[in-house]
């Protein structure tokens, strides 16, 4: 089954950039599977396995809805330290499916285990069983319809025969686009560095754009690494770049019941010993984890329903990050605010007004508000210096930034948006059919 | 200055009902004085002055945001017990205009006070003098624009040449009109009702369309009585019945600069004295209260920007009214149930995922959700009786109940807001011109 790429990347319902893709080769350690198991109408691929060979550390974040999926439950359920697969479906969310949608996954956990155990007996030098508990689920779709189990089961002698132990740009490519629900574009990234004197990869893929029909939809994050570092690290390192750039990110405010993202280490690249994330040795892939994560984070928004606007949100000297935080999603998730930025308005007083609605106290006198590098409000008053139509010259531009400095510490947050467009109420309201 | 209502009940740019209009006539104590300053570019009354004639006692509640306009620092810097005057402009928030502004008040203030006295002189047997701090300011439009002092101080002389002792219903719309931006409606709302044996009247007028252009609007609202009640009592009963009604509606989630509703107490009804909001004497009054607010209320999210449906979000049985306000809001707030209610979609997935994303712990085994009277979710699975052709045809409905039961309580919460459609999108983002 052949993929039209063309389609993905030419689409006139977004607009944004973000058409530049990274080759993603082979990383070691990571196999990948894509297969149909028509859970769609019309056949596309809609079931990615990733298998590793020689099991992966692991850690993942979740959703902090009070409402989660059943693949989410089974996931927080299972300590097991090494995993040995990753198994993707779109189409049906397995959220509010009861016990009837955790079962399936067990089913098909347990036929998975039994086969990837042969999959072992036949390829390794040292095989070892595989069990059930070692598959994660990732699931994205429709909520509360019931979960195809058998179809899914049905097709894993299928992703098992697909298993290369040699990757390439293609197949990081299929998994990208098998894993996406009404995206448009898929979402990759990687970064090389170096632990010590290790050369190490970092791969990823992501998933989302915006809440969406048929019921949601969901972010999912999977990132990858040959590095050897143990879950302890992997989870500290992941809770640390989370923060700034998915959980920085922002289309309309809502949260799904699946979200997830997720980070893997073969450890086949044997490098030296890391225990602790402040770690000098560690620097580099710290920040090499930042850019894959920050990269997807933005590719998800660009991708956002109906966006025509990227906008990125700073503010600077706060008293803290979390007050810095709190301001920046006051402003991001502003219906006025996105509107606005999507009829090329700089209209500064809905920033103001999303600012002061924040609820983080205030000293006037210090606020200062720029639209990119151009100055709108100073000492609580209009900038003597404002320009009107030389501001609204810089929203015409696709990519805007709102600089805001609160004065009141030293604090930072940036968040990242989309501007709220006739396409994105056309999207979402359209009748689920 | 005649005024077409015509214009106003029939744009086809709000579908919602709400034509209803009971007729406010006299209140003792009370008298309406409206112009147009030419605030706008085109002729309209946009300045409404209130004159209690013996004064008025009054409490008021003011917008939560931490940047406040001009006249809400005014109003909250006078504790005069007694007022004497309102005075509400429209086309300038009077916000983000720095001393200026404030300054602008005062010098209004004095003019109106100095006025005033020379009035009392003239036409009361005991003529008191009028002091600045005696007057309130209402403000709403544009904001960091100069506050247009003198256009209004030369209107006063107009103003005052236009008191009436006695009030009429023209009077009254007239007032509600003045004090619009750009609302497509007047809202007015009466209740007659008895504090003991004694008949007393409470009026109200208010305006507010959602955040809106030229750069953002405001909910104003204004409540008078004849009553007489103390400023503590009025102001226990109007933070009491504020909750439930003003602060129980949502357009877009936005909050305002200058956020303010108001209530005056003439005291000529002469009634008996009340120490204390539970005594079942006021119970009548209160409830009364409650209808007026909740009228105006109800009037303002259904004058939402391109609002096509009222939306009733019913959340019951829930630990405590925090809780159940939440997930409310969270329901209210949200783009996805908004657009796909604007769709007529019963998508009940988006409703679960905003009651998750609330952050209240939850059972989902007792947790039910229904459309109407449509049961769709109970013991956290679809419900066996759900027909998804049933509800889609209840969607087709103007107004919209959303009714669910959390389970594990007693307190109950009712949000209110409408549908989010294209044509907000496009309201909010035109340039501002």
Known sequence: MGINLSNFFTSKENNLKMNNYQDLEHIDGVSISTV???????????????????????ASVYTQSKIVSENIKWNLNKKNKRVKSLMINTRNANAFTGKKGYHGLQKIAEELSLRLSEKQKEDEDKPEKVKPEQVLFGCTGTIGEEFPTEKIKNKIPELISKIKYTQNKYIWMKAALGIMTTDLKPKLAMEECKIGNTKVKIYGIAKGSGMIQPNMATTLGYIFTDADLSNEILKKLLKKNITTTFNAISCDGDTSTNDMVSFFSTGVAKNLNINNINDKRIKDFDLSLHKVLLNLAKRVVSDGEGASKFVSINIKKCKSETDAKKIAFSIANSPLVKTAISGEDPNWGRIVMAVGKAGINLNLSKLIILFGDFKIVERGQLSERYNEAEVAEYMKNEEIEINIEIGTGSKNFTAYTMDFTKKYIEINSDYRS
Chains 1, 2 share one sequence.
Request: hydrophobic content about 35%.
């Open 36 to 58: 149909s198991a028509n859970l769609y109408e019309s056949e596309r691929d809609d079931l990615v396995m990733f298998y590793f060979r020689k099991g992966a550390n692991h």
